[in-house]
């Protein structure tokens, strides 16, 4: 029986704080600027908005997360 591989991602830097990120919207699955890493704890994130320095209510997943370039 032959044995199948799955590709191994790409690896990425974990995103720290202060870090600029986009946010993945979940209505739509576009991806939103002007967020950063305010803190990351047990594989969740806090974010604050840049705009106003609002930490956000919610931790996020990394998947919902993008390092913006």
Same mark, same amino acid.
């Given at each position: 029986?032959? =044995?199948?591989? =799955?590709?191994?991602?790409?690896? #990425?830097?974990?995103? %720290?704080?202060? =870090?600029?990120? #986009? %946010?993945? %919207?979940? *209505?739509?699955?576009?991806?939103?600027?002007?967020? #950063?890493?305010?803190?990351?704890?047990?594989?969740? *994130?806090?974010?604050?908005?840049?705009?106003?320095?609002?930490?956000?209510? %919610?931790?996020?997943?990394?998947?919902?997360?993008?390092?913006?370039?």
């Amino acid at each position: 029986m032959a =044995t199948v591989s =799955t590709p191994t991602p790409a690896w #990425e830097p974990p995103l %720290v704080p202060g =870090t600029d990120v #986009e %946010v993945k %919207v979940r *209505y739509d699955g576009r991806w939103a600027a002007g967020f #950063e890493i305010a803190d990351a704890h047990d594989g969740q *994130y806090q974010l604050r908005r840049r705009i106003d320095g609002a930490l956000l209510p %919610v931790p996020f997943q990394a998947d919902d997360l993008r390092a913006r370039h």
